[in-house]
T-cell receptor, first 114, second 112 residues
Framework: AQSVTQLDSHVSVSEGTPVLLRCNYSSSYSPSLFWYVQHPNKGLQLLLKYTSAATLVKGINGFEAEFKKSETSFHLTKPSAHMSDAAEYFCVVIPLGGSYIPTFGRGTSLIVHP | DGGITQSPKYLFRKEGQNVTLSCEQNLNHDAMYWYRQDPGQGLRLIYY???????QKGDIAEGYSVSREKKESFPLTVTSAQKNPTAFYLCASSIDLSTEAFFGQGTRLTVV
């Protein structure tokens, strides 16, 4: 079985300051890991993915995430927040074995203050 | 343009009526999914399909039905047996079950 825990339901930052959105996972198999972003009343857009290559993954819009197997974490970071980053962010794990069914975290709402 | 199209964007239905949500993709993906999203609960998997003419129940399949007669299409029917159908429904597709999914823009269903 697999699970995803997004450690913060809300994160509030000021524009221009760093962003950290935390994600821990568990998986019975080696995982693929993803971060998605969702703006209000829209679908989800893929930000970045980890698929067992480099542990530091760069994505779109300046986001990156680091896969840490020993800590079972896949935290999302951005050096400088922009107002347009305000959205809901989801961490997702796909176990590369068994059912291969994606499991979503409950989401983190990122609030960016001017 | 390649992508996933969900229609309609907004849907209103009376309690007790069945309603079908459309999902079409032109990405040539084998796998397709339906998710339900409620505030504060993330996405919950309703049904998924690995290939044409095959589909499997997800975590919350009760009160829903699907078909996969064509690779491009994966319609979801919300039946009168679904006790609380008002929600935001998202369709997605992927090359296969192990790869990233691409999402449609969603359908917001309101049952009155």
């Amino acid at each position: 079985a697999q699970s995803v825990t997004q450690l913060d339901s809300h994160v509030s930052v000021s524009e221009g300051t760093p962003v950290l959105l935390r994600c821990n996972y568990s998986s019975s198999y080696s995982p693929s890991l993803f971060w998605y972003v969702q703006h209000p009343n829209k679908g989800l857009q893929l930000l970045l993915k980890y698929t067992s290559a480099a542990t530091l993954v760069k994505g779109i819009n300046g986001f990156e995430a680091e896969f840490k197997k020993s800590e079972t974490s896949f935290h999302l970071t951005k050096p400088s927040a922009h107002m347009s980053d305000a959205a809901e962010y989801f961490c997702v794990v796909i176990p590369l074995g068994g059912s291969y069914i994606p499991t979503f975290g409950r989401g983190t709402s990122l609030i960016v203050h001017p | 343009d390649g992508g996933i199209t969900q229609s309609p964007k907004y849907l209103f239905r009376k309690e007790g009526q069945n309603v079908t949500l459309s999902c079409e993709q032109n990405l040539n993906h084998d796998a397709m999914y339906w998710y339900r999203q409620d505030p504060g609960q993330g996405l919950r998997l309703i049904y998924y399909s690995q290939i044409v003419n095959d589909f499997q129940k997800g975590d919350i399949a009760e009160g829903y039905s699907v078909s996969r007669e064509k690779k491009e299409s994966f319609p979801l029917t919300v039946t009168s047996a679904q006790k609380n159908p008002t929600a935001f429904y998202l369709c997605a597709s992927s090359i296969d079950l192990s790869t990233e999914a691409f999402f449609g823009q969603g359908t917001r269903l309101t049952v009155v």
